[in-house]
């Protein structure tokens, strides 16, 4: 190829003037431009008057841009050198600020007839808007990346029509709780789960019409956690298009509004249940909005009121059938002062309109503020509390009635007493004087000097006897109700005094029964001395008298602190400290089933013959123990000793744990 004289050059001019490419042709080693077609000139801003200057003087910012390289290397070797997108930097304004360009390059090499090398034939296309383009488009790709990625919502891409999940970001991946192995399959393959729900052939329609879809709450079922469970979003699924208008793909974004709606059914569960709760316990409910003056109440309210549904409601009409109409304006009033606390509590009463039923009501309500904090609404319940006050009426009529009753029942107590206490007089001096008149007459028959029979000695033994027995029976009755009457003043007691005192008292007996009275550490406690006295003197006496014949009678006296436990199974009071002292001998016992009936007055389980007494010394011990706040049981089994338990306070201030 020889195209270098002037005929050729011509021929080219001719040939390439109108075509669409930078067409050059470049002479020696040099690169001299030799041609250069009109669409070459134009592109690098330069004229025909640069021909037969070389390359690198005609644009000097190709050095450094690896071009004058390239066009060494192809006249060197003669290696042709093609390349479709080269990027060069170009001063075509002429105002030395380079600009970005693309070109699409061939460089050939120009061979004479002998085969030289003569020059460079240059094939250059300029791609520079359809190379920017296609950045642009990439960072427009690009920016749409990030922003799916780091959208505030669960966002993601499917494209075509299988529904290929080109990107989803971290919030939509851990919205389906899956992972980002998700990218380049299937959506139906990345949640199997969604097949039977509708979300599937909502795809398909939207990438078939192009239509947007939008829905709110929808309901969804997902496996997280390897477990299916109910979800709910606010969803939108959006066409995207390509160059030509055609969907090519579909943006989905999904918030996730489960706790919304969660709370949303819950708040109409709590309403539905309110609503019942309402209807069961039969109460009314009324709304008042201040600013309009409008009233609304329920269905309960309105019958109660004997109001038709239709009606518009106003104070005044609610007042219309009330009797305390002065009285609920100014609660109503009171509730809506700026000092107040916003709180209504009437009560008041009401005739129904159409029945003529007359209904006691009691309303309580609250007032609601704005932001400016007036009151705009003021809203609550109303109960009927006709039947209730009817009834707390007869029930205060019968109190008042059962006090009356009360009261004279007192003054006839009252009046026992004093009979009593006069019988109680007449026993100790009236009736101690016969008897011991007839214990003196019976002592001066016997030691008489009158001849008597030995049958009338027996007689008059016998009297005796009867009378000692009476007179010890006054005595006892005496004793048993004086620890009533007396006034109860508690003082510290040391119960060990108490004890050795007793055991003085009873120390012929103790000799002749051979007994051993054990005892130690009682506790000093808040008590009667006398009744303390009285108490141990009956139990140790009682221990006593049932011994058995062939042994050695054996008294111990024990005591412990009762925790609170105990203190609360025995139902006596928390705020005591408690002791329990037992007296335990081995005497000859008794049946556990008599246990209760010992304490009761004149009860007996042995003979008068066999064992001497009145029946009266346990029941006073249990009345001692009662009047002390405290407790008394026994426990035994015949033959094999008694047990007497004896529960008392020893203070009465607080418990102290044991």
Known sequence: MGYTDAKHIKELATLFDDIHALIAILKGKDHVLQYGNKLYFKSINQSESNIGLPIIEIIPELKEQGIIEILDTVFQTGTPYKIDQFRIELNIDGTGVLTEMYFSLAYN?????????????????????????????EQSREDLNNLILNAPVATAIYSGKEMIVELANDKMIALWGKDKNVTGKRLQEVLPELEDQPFFRLLDEVYETGITYHANEQKAILEVNNKLQPFWFNLSYKPMYDKNGKV???LNMALDVTYQVEAKQKLAQAEEKLRSAIEVANLGTWEFDIKTGAIKLNKTLLDWRGIDQSQVITVENILENAFDEDEVLHQIHKALQPEANGIINVEYDIINLKTKEHRRLHSQGKTFYNEQNEPVLMAGITQDVTLQRLTEKELADKVAQKTADVANANNDL?????????????????????????????????????????????YIEKIEKAAKRMSLLINDLLEFSRVSSKERIFVPTDLNKIINDIKVDYELLIKQKNATLDFANLPQIDAIPLQMNQLFYNLIGNALKFTKDDTASVIKITCNILNKEEVAALKLNSLYTYCSIKVIDNGIGFDQKYAAQIFEIFQRLHGKQEYAGTGIGLALAKKIADNHGGAISASSQPNNGATFNVILPINRKIFVEA
């Not at 206490?421 to 002592?443: C, G, M, T, W």
């Open 109 to 137: 090499p120009i061979r004479n007839n002998e085969g030289i090398i003569t020059g460079i034939f240059v094939h250059a296309v300029d791609i520079t808007e359809l190379v920017k383009a296609k950045l642009n488009a």
């Open 414 to 458: 009252r009046q026992l007493n004093a009979n009593l206490e006069q019988f109680v007089y007449v026993a100790s001096h009236d009736l101690q004087e016969p008897l011991r008149k007839i214990n003196i007459f019976s002592d001066m028959l016997l030691n008489s000097k009158a001849e008597i029979s030995d049958e009338g000695k027996i």
């Open 248 to 250: 090519y793909g579909i």
